[in-house]
């Protein structure tokens, strides 16, 4: 529609992908096929019929075999290269691209083999055409959080290469209780800190990352709806929410987009930002879950406009760089 047009002409933010969920099926079945990785499909139909999720844990499960075909740095390489060119066809001019490297560990991949893949795409897209990267070390909240742990030390060969840390994968049965070690000791380490909450697990799951982790921004926060007092504090903190509307509907959050909330919490005040998650998965990059806002629930230009601007707010730059790309 309109909207979406003019807003593909504007430039954006993103700050909730997760670069694992960005292996489209041509580049995924190149690589299975290279590795000679064994999977259940051999054509993008196959791949794409496979997509038919019924919950959060439905998803990760394919969502981590896909990943099992990167093995190299090349890999890597490509996988970044394929986002960023997503980021300046659709003018995202600034990214914040989650990354978990405890998801390459059952393969053997060393952080140094992923992170060199990495570092080659993001060097060449920002001396190609100024492209902004940030990456956010995610960690899986199915593995004990003394791996994670593990995996931030690891990190600090690499410091420089994150801005903050992350919290993600089956949400239900790892609460944000679990992982207070890991975000103090990442607090200590200068780290920005953000986590998943709120998407499959309960509104309580927001208050206890805000409260026992200490997060300055939510990644989905969605069920924050089912806690007036919880939304009270996010407006007038203007605590940012990363939604991700097209995932919320595959992962069956809401049965239909015509069901999201996401317009009503942006006029009640909170800074809500529309990011893509896992788009090779979801049936769509930033611009396509903008369109679904404008088609399903009426956004308008002025909804729009402020969805956007949130998206700078919430990054995690510093002020004058935000206005230099805003
Ligand atoms: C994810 Cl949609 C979603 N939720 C939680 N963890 C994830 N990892 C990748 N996508
Ligand atoms: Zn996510």
């Known amino acids: 529609g309109p909207v979406t047009q ?21 580049r995924l079945l190149q690589l299975a096929a290279k590795h000679g990785v064994d999977l259940p499909y051999t054509s993008v139909e196959e791949v794409e019929a496979a997509y038919n999720f019924s919950d959060l844990q439905s998803f990760l499960d394919l969502y981590y075999l896909g990943a099992s075909v990167l093995r190299d740095a090349e890999d890597f390489y490509l996988l970044m290269k394929d986002y960023l060119d997503v980021c300046r066809q659709q003018k995202i001019v600034h990214c914040e691209i989650m990354v978990e490297p405890q998801t390459y560990l059952p393969q053997g991949v060393d952080l140094s083999v992923v992170l060199a893949g990495f570092d080659r795409a993001i060097v060449e897209a920002h001396e190609g055409w100024g492209q902004s990267v940030q990456l956010i070390l995610s960690f899986l909240r199915h593995l004990p959080e003394a791996d994670c742990i593990a995996m931030l030390e690891a990190a600090d060969l690499y410091r420089k290469h994150f801005c903050a840390i992350g919290l993600a994968s089956a949400e239900k049965d790892f609460p944000p209780a679990n992982f207070q070690t890991l975000y103090r000791e990442a607090k200590n380490r200068g780290y920005e800190l953000t986590a998943h909450a709120g998407e499959e697990g309960p509104a309580s799951f927001i208050r206890d990352a ?19 007092g919880l939304l009270d504090h996010l407006a ?27 317009l009503e919490l942006l006029e009640r005040g909170l ?38 601007r949130n998206g700078f707010e919430a990054a995690y730059l510093p002020s004058e760089a935000k206005m230099a790309l805003d």
Not at 215 to 227: L, N
């Open 210 to 228: 805000l409260e026992l982790l200490s997060v300055s921004r939510i990644d989905h926060g969605v069920r924050a709806v089912e806690d007036e």
């Open 6 to 26: 003019w807003l593909a002409e504007m430039p954006k933010a993103e700050l909730h992908l997760h670069l694992d969920g960005s292996l489209r099926a041509p």
């Open 271 to 308: 800074c809500v930002t529309v990011n893509s998650d896992d788009p090779a998965y979801f049936g769509g990059d930033l611009l396509e879950n903008f369109a679904a806002l404008e088609s399903d629930l009426g956004m308008t230009r002025e909804q729009a406009l402020v969805l956007v």
């Open 236 to 262: 007038a903190n203007r605590v940012p929410l990363t939604v991700c509307p097209l995932s919320n509907v595959r992962l069956c959050v809401y049965d239909e987009m015509s069901e999201h909330r996401i």
